[in-house]
């Protein structure tokens, strides 16, 4: 098949002008800088532009300086820019356009004439950007497609490497050689944004730019399926990977239970079809079969390949899009209602199985506590850690970036009415629309069920619509996104709700919360009691890898000064809630009134900075202002009478002014250099200092000196410093 014409588009003019047409289009458009390898939103913050479009004033006061070396401009994608789309080819060492070849020809295959209605430009690195719009919404930045690398098996290869324009650090897999792993085509979507034409080094060379077409659910369906067709790197499966010679997965070490069993013999394909499901091609040459939802007359919907059913549809229900699911879960989910323990009992009696397997995740035991003495022996399954590292070569999937992955539970631990609740259902907000949760912790979208025992249902009704407005969400974009469950006046403890969870669908919610924790204690348990918290939060983990989801816990601090502590020693009851938990996250009062400060104990994640959170009802907002090491010592005992102590002077705000006078000079300072400057300073802390440079920066305050002898780093100085050696 010959390759599409790119036929290049009419100049577009000026920064300025091309940014006017494109929000008069409905597009967001922001001021961006790019210099070399190095690209960022020329603001200090650009959240406020995920939900409303530049005013025309903005656009000319950013855009005024067209001249200037290195400004560009971007497009907010998501619903602020009419739903708006782009998938990118990285063209690392050619990777990116090999791909997109790759992707054109499936796509003019599936849907014929579809590419020549899209935009596509060109980018610095002979990368591609295909932007267009949907009529539903996007989803978040999704990586599709990509690729492991082999480095060599030498210790020396284990450093950090730069493949094309960026660094990975690569890992050792079964075999002892250091791999790294490679995007080569990923979206940009709610919540991202992408550097476009007429910003140097991009151009247009099919459509225009400022019109993007929409296309239907459908069509992105088949531009989102040929790409994650060419992805080559191993997938999470729901439901357990096979574990055959082709693809990765532990030995069959122990009993064998019954959808283990079917992961290796049973033939998904019968029941796929079945249920509607229509084979759309035969495997390719790299074993991909292409198949089509019901309902759908042409394209492709998902892809089996080593027995792994990978959906892409976002219209595939009870399938999710973009994952991966085994044989069992296709069964389980198709057959069954997504009830995995009838799953495994049916598969048992057709001979699935060995005769001493569990059946797997029946969870009816759970309603009540058997006796120690009738528990089943756990028998030993040990598994080497090579065979460990290669079935396993990543972490779980982010549900929130540097807090919480899929499958584990974060306890959300405060005092009593510090308003927990109003967090929670920010948080909930966040998640279902994949916004970045208090403007720092990126999120995946996904929808979340709150079950709330201590709220009516008129008061949830009342609080969430509240919120939401609050965080410039439309109440359509949450209405099918969040569901609440209140169970004030019908309350269930823990163990009494196994049949409640196993009825629900795995994968059908993101996160669940349970508001407040200990409400969901059994009669006579003890919160003290590390064995009874323990028992807890195994039933938790249960539920949570059953279902495919995060369990969030709103739970309450003890009582006394939380100053002193230790991150896991706020929160009430045995050392085991903060234990056993995956994340503990907790809110003390900070020495200013109306705020805490929010820190966390992570167990899969780098630790977290603590940071401030102010109370502008209905919601906390991040304060970058104030010390988060400024804790309020409640000390018992403190006699009310006593006189107050004289107020200090306060100190003056940081402006980028006064940040230049402290830290800037005519010798070059690099970025390293500040940060550790700066740490010892009360009141500013490094992420308000790297804005604060940022702002200066922008206003021409201090300028970049590329660092002499220092392996190519940069500095900043005081414009019109004198370069070292005279260089130009």
Known sequence: MAAHPMQPASPNGTLASHASACVAAGLCVLPAFRRGEEKRVALPSWKPYQTRLPSGDEIGAWFAASAEAGQAMCLV??????????????????????AFEAWREAVEAASPGLLDRLVIETTPSGGR??????????????????????????????????????????????SGAWVAIVTIIET???????????????????????????????????????????????KPVVGGAPTHSNSPGLPDRCSTRPGDDFNERG?????????????????????????????????????????????????????????????????????????FAAAASALASEGYGSRESATGVDLSAFMTDPPAEAASPLEPCPVPVGELVAAYPELREPVIHGLLRAGETMNVIASPKTGKSWLTL?????????????????????????????????????????????????????????????????LQDIFTLAPYFEALEPGRFKVIVLDAFYRFMPAGGDENDNGTMANIYNRIDAFADRLGCCFV?????????????????????????????????????????????????????????????????????VDETLDPGSLKNERPGKKKDA??????????????????????????????????????????????AEDLLSIAESRQLIERRKLPGRGGPVGFVLPGSEREGGAS
Not at 77 to 98: Q, R, T, Y
Not at 437 to 447: F, I, K
Not at 483 to 488: E, K, P
């Open 426 to 490: 920010d948080l909930a907000i966040a998640v279902a629309t994949g916004r970045p949760w208090l403007g720092r912790y990126q999120t995946e979208a996904g929808p979340v069920l709150i079950i709330d025992n201590e709220l009516h249902r008129e008061t949830s009704a009342h609080r969430l619509p509240k919120v939401a407005q609050a965080r410039g969400v439309a109440m359509r974009e949450i209405a099918d996104r969040i569901f609440v469950d209140n169970l004030r006046g019908r």
């Open 553 to 621: 816990l709103i739970h309450h601090s003890t009582k006394g000064s939380q100053s002193g502590k230790s991150v896991t020693d706020v929160g009430a009851g045995a050392g085991a809630q903060s234990r056993a938990t995956d994340t503990h996250l907790v809110l003390r009062p900070h020495e200013e009134n109306g705020v805490v400060v929010l820190d966390a104990a992570v167990r899969s994640w780098p630790p977290i900075d603590p940071a401030c959170l102010r109370w502008n009802f209905p919601v906390w907002s």
């Open 77 to 98: 994608c998501g619903a602020v820019s009419g739903h708006l789309e782009m998938i990118d080819f990285d063209n690392w060492d050619g990777g990116g356009g090999e």
């Open 267 to 339: 033939d998904p394909r019968e029941i796929l079809l079945r249920h509607g499901w229509a084979m759309a091609k035969a495997g390719d040459v790299g074993g991909n079969e292409h198949w089509r939802r019901p309902g759908k007359s042409a394209g492709t919907s998902a892809t089996l390949k080593d027995r792994v059913f990978y959906v892409f549809s976002t219209n595939a229900q009870p399938f999710e899009a973009h994952k991966g699911y085994s044989p069992f879960a296709v069964y389980a989910l198709l057959e069954h209602h997504g009830d």
């Open 643 to 688: 006189p107050p102590k004289p107020e200090k002077p306060a100190e003056p705000s940081w402006t980028a002014e006064r940040f230049v006078a402290e830290f800037i000079s005519s010798e070059p300072l690099s970025l390293a250099e500040l940060r550790e400057r700066v740490k010892p300073v009360k009141g500013l802390p490094v992420r308000r």
């Open 188 to 234: 940009r979507g709610e919540g991202g944004l992408f550097l476009c034409d007429p910003s140097p080094g991009y151009a247009v060379v099919q459509g225009d730019l400022r019109e993007p077409p929409v296309i239907t659910a459908d069509e992105r369906d088949v531009l989102l399926g040929c790409a994650w067709a060419l992805d080559e790197s191993p």
């Open 129 to 174: 950007h295909v932007v267009y719009r949907c009529e539903t919404q996007v989803s978040g930045n999704t990586k599709l497609a990509q690729r492991r690398i082999e480095l060599g098996e030498g210790d020396e290869c284990g450093g950090p490497v730069v493949i094309g324009s960026k660094e990975y650090t690569p890992r050792r897999d079964a």
